[in-house]
């Protein structure tokens, strides 16, 4: 029955075909380590995102005087209200901490190199996506970090050469931020929300035409080197996706104050700057980097400058070698970028305060330095 | 929503939230601009008067730190600390009455309906009774005259005051809300409940004006709260209570948390045990 059905509809449109050809019958090289149970997870984050979302949005107000009230109703009042919104918050930690690791494993693997720049050039427009959808989703519960952390990035942004007061006007709408840009907000976060989608689809397609890149950054030379997806694969996911339910239920039940702030739970009042703006833990280098350089506008540019760096890696990087593995230069180069990434989030964190402020600097020379260096890298290694 | 007292200044950078904003004048106390003001004044001037006043600030930068600082709260061990935290019903129920009791006359509650007191074991009756003796505005009648009704549980539990401003002229200060405060006060439940205890006589020197009292946590010395808890025990108590209004859900996350945890540990071994057993097979 099921099987005439699928017959039916696949003489018609070959979705069927297509799916059992991509997702059960695909050859992956037999080499992938753990780094490559990333994608499912995110895949898997997203499709939470977007269930609680809905969800939440059935609920939420998008309007400066009840949004707050709403979210209250959604913790206090609606049945189950704030199981769906932990969910929610931790399946944004649990994505933009996937997605670190999994733009760190394209980088160590050299999966951006030739023919796979199209894979990489999507997936940081995913990570683009996400983090304004990810700042968007921070402003509405219009708490006090809500509006704080909101007063100081539109700040920046107003302080922008040419298109600053254009753009400024743009995301305001008004002359303080007030419900017009709450409003828009959530019309961003929906947006962004739904092109990360869009995204996904490209990027995928992008893996499946390319094939997947493997932790020794050579084609496998003959199908006795490949699996098929399914079950090889399958199986393996299936572990991962077990391993991060388990930190997604730990961060949830146990460690909360990683995922909310606590200081979120007053209501926005543009007239009482809290002590103490910190932005979500992923935002954190960033907020470092602002922190670090003394202008705004130069700020801005540093933490744009170090999304951007990366995604250009496919036309910095000349080594004909992918893998880190057999590039010891390399390797400690992406060390380094690494080490230099988690500590300017520390430093912005602690506020340069202290031996943070030189380290937080030595960290953003640190992190800049390697994007410097890697096209003077040796093209031919003996 | 937003209970921004009316009369107050914002002063970037002195402010906390949840916290009512230190007056930076007519109390008496000294602050930290008074003191720099002092210390600008004392470099002018001839020697002799430089002289003195360079003593009067000296002894007034002496005296702040003891009396302007605050002193840091005792650490307890509170019930809900920790991943095996969890509420228990009777001190909840203890701390509530202590809220209804006493903090209730000034304080509003505002994120709270009175149903959620389910959440600290009270029953459907109890709730009916409680919310039965308030009474709330329930809009106009055919004349435009206000009417009023007696609360239902799916009320809002109502202010105390009609607004922020009708408080501060009863009270000579606007009583913060308490849904959220030992999650966006400094200190956490520690310092609200040294605060509930903290009420000393001044130290020699300091005079506390009428309508003021002192606490030795605050940071500005005084305020505008009258000692109201007589025990150290009903401070505990009334601080679970606001503990549990500003996370109502711990002890449900923390049972959550235990079964997921247990259920994707079972998965794991199972996907572990299924995965192992594929990857020996003979590749196709």
Excluded at chain 1, 144 to 170: F, K, N, R, Y
Aim: hydrophobic share 50%; net charge positive; aromatic share 10%.
């Amino acid at each position: 029955m099921t099987r005439g059905l699928l017959h039916w509809i696949d003489t018609r449109l070959p979705v069927v075909s297509a799916a059992r050809r991509e997702f059960r019958d695909y050859p992956m090289p037999v080499n992938l380590n753990g780094f490559w149970n990333f994608g499912a997870i995110l895949t898997l984050s997203l499709l939470l995102m977007l269930a609680t979302g809905l969800t939440l949005a059935l609920t939420y107000v998008p309007n400066a005087g009840l949004a707050f009230a709403s979210i209250q109703t959604i913790e206090r009042g609606v049945p189950a209200g704030w199981l769906i919104r932990l969910a929610h918050q931790t399946g944004a930690t649990l994505f933009m901490g996937a997605l670190y690791l999994h733009i760190f494993r394209g980088l160590y693997y050299g999966s951006y190199k030739a023919p796979r720049e199209l894979v990489w050039l999507t997936g940081m427009a995913l990570l683009a996506c996400a983090m304004v959808t990810a700042f968007a989703g921070y402003v509405l519960p219009w708490g006090q970090m809500s509006h704080w952390g909101a007063d100081v990035i539109t700040g920046a942004m107003a302080g922008l050469p040419v298109v600053g007061p254009t753009l400024s006007h743009l995301v305001l709408g008004d002359t303080h931020l007030g419900d017009v840009f709450l409003h828009r907000l959530f019309v961003v976060h929906f947006a962004t929300a739904f092109a990360i989608v869009g995204i996904v689809v490209v990027h995928v397609a992008c893996v499946h035409v390319a094939a997947p890149n493997d932790p020794d950054g050579r084609d496998p030379r003959s199908p006795r080197e490949t699996v098929p997806f399914h079950p090889y694969f399958t199986a393996k996911d299936l572990f991962g996706l077990a391993l991060a339910g388990g930190v997604f239920t730990a961060l949830a039940a146990f460690a909360p104050g990683i995922v909310r702030e606590a200081a979120n739970l007053a209501p926005a009042n543009p007239l009482r700057t809290p002590n103490d703006i910190v932005p979500a833990w992923y935002f954190l280098p960033f907020y470092g980097l602002l922190q670090i350089v003394p202008s705004k506008t130069l700020g801005l540019f540093a933490s744009l400058a170090a999304i951007v760096l990366p995604g250009l890696m496919p036309w910095l990087d000349r080594s004909p070698i992918r893998s880190a593995r057999h590039r010891p230069g390399f390797r400690i180069g992406m060390i380094l970028m690494a080490a230099g990434f988690v500590t300017l989030g520390l430093a912005g964190a602690h506020h340069l305060q202290g031996l943070w402020g030189i380290a937080g600097r030595i960290a953003a020379l640190a992190y800049f330095g390697v994007f410097v260096a890697v096209p003077f890298a040796r093209r031919h290694p003996s | 929503m937003t209970r921004a007292p009316p009369s107050s200044v914002a002063i970037p950078g002195t402010t906390i939230p949840g916290m009512a904003p230190a007056r930076p004048t007519g109390n008496g106390d000294i602050t930290g601009f008074q003191r720099a003001t002092a210390l600008w004044q004392g470099l002018r001037g001839s020697a002799p008067e430089r002289g003195a006043r360079l003593a009067l600030m000296a002894a007034l930068l002496a005296a702040a730190p003891a009396f302007a600082a605050g002193a840091a709260p005792p650490h307890q061990a509170w019930s809900f600390a920790g991943p095996t935290g969890h509420y228990d019903p009777a001190t909840l129920q203890h701390g509530f009455r202590i809220y209804a009791d006493v903090c209730a006359g000034c304080h509003s509650l505002n994120e709270l309906h009175f149903e959620n007191l389910a959440g600290i074991g009270l029953s459907a009756a109890d709730i009916r009774r409680i919310a039965a003796t308030h009474t709330i505005p329930d809009g106009t009648d055919a004349a435009g005259q206000p009417k009023t009704r007696s609360a239902r549980p799916d009320d809002a539990i109502p202010d105390p005051f009609p607004s922020p401003a009708a408080a501060a002229q009863a009270l000579g200060g606007v009583p913060p809300d308490l849904s959220h405060i030992t999650m966006t006060h400094r200190g956490g439940p520690d310092w609200i409940a040294a605060f509930l205890t903290g009420f000393v006589p001044p130290p020699p020197g300091v005079t506390v004006p009428p309508g003021r009292f002192y606490n030795r946590f605050l940071r500005t010395g005084v305020t505008a709260m009258p000692p109201v808890v007589a025990s150290a025990d009903d401070a505990r108590a009334v601080t679970t209570f606001l503990q549990w209004s500003a996370d109502p859900h711990l002890n449900a996350r923390h049972r959550l948390g235990y079964a997921g945890l247990a259920y994707f540990a079972f998965l794991a071994a199972l996907a572990s045990a299924l995965k192992r057993r594929i990857w020996k097979q003979p590749r196709r």
